[in-house]
């Protein structure tokens, strides 16, 4: 179900927004920053949770993802792409999962429930770079990476803007939080099991 598979797709769509960036003069680093900048506004936005504020958290969050695609092609276009930003844009992605979803829960005042999904995003992406850093290449991989995740978050605030009441004893942000929940911690799996069977 994985996006990431498109990214090569999103990468010529990316060529005319990089190029604008480039002639302002912005580095991929100040653009990793105003990304996390859009995922903190999301996450607030989320945490007052009122149907308007959910609107514009999710623009707020495919922002954020649009940006995120952004800063690694601007490096790439202007030849400065470094692993000083690669690990500014990974820690900064993180904090951006947390500070999405932890609005999300405090907007619904569900705490242990937005616990079990922050580890479970956590986890999938520790994963991912574990494997990278066990030399087996960076994993992508599983039914949901974080461009998926991204997708969902900004389509069910969307929804919840619109239906802000409960729906089957949840309210659609609370559906989303129990989702990323348990298919995060079972990708995290996903990935720990296809690497290890790779490592026999």
Do not use: C, K
């Not at 990431?4 to 960036?21: H, K, W």
């Not at 792409?81 to 500014?88: M, N, P, V, Y």
């Amino acid at each position: 179900m994985t996006l990431d598979q498109y990214r090569s797709v999103a990468n010529r769509l990316l060529e005319p927004f990089v190029g604008a960036a480039d002639r302002l003069g912005l580095s991929p680093d100040g653009v990793s920053v105003v990304a996390f900048g859009f995922a903190v506004a999301a996450g607030v936005a989320f945490y007052l949770g009122d149907p308007l504020w959910y609107a514009l958290g999710g623009l707020f969050v495919f922002l954020n993802g649009w940006l995120d695609l952004v800063d690694g092609a601007l490096a790439r276009a202007q030849g400065i792409a470094s692993e000083g930003g690669d690990l500014l844009d990974h820690v900064l992605d993180r904090y951006a999962d947390i500070a999405m979803l932890v609005g999300l829960a405090a907007g619904i005042d569900s705490y242990a429930l937005g616990l079990a999904a922050v580890t479970g995003v956590l986890m999938t992406s520790y994963l991912g770079t574990q494997i990278q850093a066990v030399g087996l290449g960076r994993a992508y991989g599983g039914l949901v990476g974080r461009a998926d995740r991204l997708a969902l978050i900004g389509v069910a605030a969307f929804v919840a803007a619109v239906v802000p009441g409960p729906v089957f004893g949840l309210r659609v942000v609370g559906w989303l939080l129990a989702f990323f929940a348990v298919i995060g911690h079972f990708t995290a799996l996903q990935r720990f099991w296809g690497a290890w069977s790779d490592l026999d």
